[in-house]
T-cell receptor, first 114, second 109 residues
Framework: ETGVTQTPRHLVMGMTNKKSLKCEQH?????MYWYKQSAKKPLELMFV???????ENNSVPSRFSPECPNSSHLFLHLHTLQPEDSALYLC?????????????FGSGTQLSVL | GIQVEQSPPDLILQEGANSTLRCNFS?????LQWFHQNPWGQLINLFY???GTKQNGRLSATTVATERYSLLYISSSQTTDSGVYFC???????????FGKGTRLHILP
């Protein structure tokens, strides 16, 4: 148990659907992240939030829309996705934003786009 | 940008064996993290080790920052050690953390 919880664990959606991924951290951290992990590729940073403000948007297509209502919760809203968006989506948190911070990850949401 | 290379890419061992995983990076870094991803996708932070040696049970890690590498040692392997091991370092110019491609470890019972 890392203190970071993601739901759902698995999600299958069609290209015209709208769905949301949820992440909650119980560590009192100030920064939260979305990462994408595709087969045979390294983890890719998508978004960084620090104290509920987005501080990094790593050239992610607009069909992925993050939301951070408070420092404990992070959402990733999905719409009109493509099959190549199928991947494991991982949420992480750290005490503060920055590259010297220790990262804590959730279990991920395995997304399949049909 | 900084390059992170991990070796070997795959490793199959019998339960009880010892192993050494390596992470090379192309530029100086001021921290390095090792993670274990279990077969169900969960990533666990094993070590935060900018330099020197740390030990946690059967696992230990050593980072030699001046020579741009880090090693993760696993002793007396257990089947629960199976999974993928990643190292991650900061990309100083872009203020992001970069992950290697990982070493996939399979421990046979």
């Amino acid at each position: 148990e890392t203190g970071v919880t993601q739901t759902p664990r698995h999600l299958v959606m069609g290209m015209t659907n709208k769905k949301s991924l949820k992440c909650e951290q119980h560590l009192g951290h100030n920064a939260m992240y979305w990462y994408k992990q595709s087969a045979k590729k390294p983890l890719e940073l998508m978004f960084v939030y620090s104290l509920e403000e987005r501080v990094e948007n790593n050239s992610v297509p607009s069909r992925f829309s993050p939301e951070c209502p408070n420092s404990s919760h992070l959402f990733l809203h999905l719409h009109t996705l493509q099959p190549e968006d199928s991947a494991l989506y991982l949420c992480a948190s750290s005490q503060d934003a920055g590259t010297n911070e220790k990262l804590f990850f959730g279990s991920g949401t395995q997304l399949s786009v049909l | 940008g900084i390059q992170v290379e991990q070796s070997p890419p795959d490793l199959i061992l019998q339960e009880g064996a010892n192993s050494t995983l390596r992470c090379n990076f192309s530029d100086s870094v001021n921290n390095l993290q090792w993670f274990h991803q279990n077969p169900w996708g969960q990533l666990i932070n094993l070590f935060y080790i900018p330099s020197g040696t740390k030990q946690n049970g059967r696992l230990s890690a050593t980072t030699v920052a001046t020579e741009r590498y880090s090693l993760l040692y696993i002793s007396s392997s257990q089947t629960t050690d199976s999974g993928v091991y990643f190292c991650a370092v900061p990309m100083n110019r872009d203020d992001k953390i970069i992950f290697g491609k990982g070493t996939r470890l399979h421990i046979l019972p």
